[in-house]
């Protein structure tokens, strides 16, 4: 009985390491530059669809980052990646990539799409001095859901980052961008 749950628990590891590996790999093998950034234009319209308020901060924010499709996936050990773009009044500003790791109790997969708006320069200034950013660690970011989009304005605009997360796809039992590392990286 020992060795049968202990091949059971290889096995879901094993399982989980793969499913994560092959799915973060096939991200890996990800669109063109210019791809990129035309899947960003649309992530954007998607999310000011759905979340008009969106586009209102986002004229407030020194840059904002967009990840159009991030791939999670786990069983037990789990993990996501994507990548993006940042822009700055408007204009290009740089790609970056979005890596989490977890483990726990979580089974399935699923992609989604994340916008964060930056709405000052300390945010932004530490995103370029830092080489990447974990969220949770240094400036303050706001997961932005329906109670708090519904309240945001001039006067509460108070914290350094926004994230809006959306075109929700697949079966996660949770979806969180705690613990998300955001890191440059260069696309020809």
Do not use: C
């Not at 059971?8 to 096939?26: D, E, R």
């Not at 890996?28 to 969106?54: G, W």
């Amino acid at each position: 009985m020992q060795n049968t749950r202990r091949d059971f628990y290889k096995l879901m590891l094993v399982t989980a390491t793969a499913l994560t590996l092959g799915t973060i790999s096939l991200q890996s093998q990800a669109a063109s530059a210019e791809d990129l950034k035309q899947d960003a234009v649309q992530a954007l319209k998607t999310l000011y669809q759905s979340h008009p308020e969106a586009e209102s901060l986002a004229k407030k924010a020194r840059a904002v980052l967009v990840f159009p499709k991030i791939i999670k996936a786990g069983l037990v050990f789990g993990g996501s990646y994507g990548e993006g773009v940042m822009t700055k009044g408007g204009s290009f500003a740089g790609y970056y990539n979005s890596v989490s790791a977890s483990w726990g109790w979580q089974a399935g997969a699923e992609s989604y799409g994340y916008v964060v708006f930056l709405m000052n320069d300390r945010a932004v200034r530490y995103l370029d001095k830092s080489k990447g950013w974990e969220f949770g660690v240094g400036p303050s970011l706001v997961v932005v859901n329906e109670g708090i989009a519904k309240n945001l304005s001039t006067s509460t605009l108070k914290n350094d980052a926004y994230a809006y997360i959306f075109d929700q796809q697949g079966l996660m039992a949770s979806l969180s961008i705690e613990g998300t590392k955001v890191s440059p990286i260069k696309k020809p």
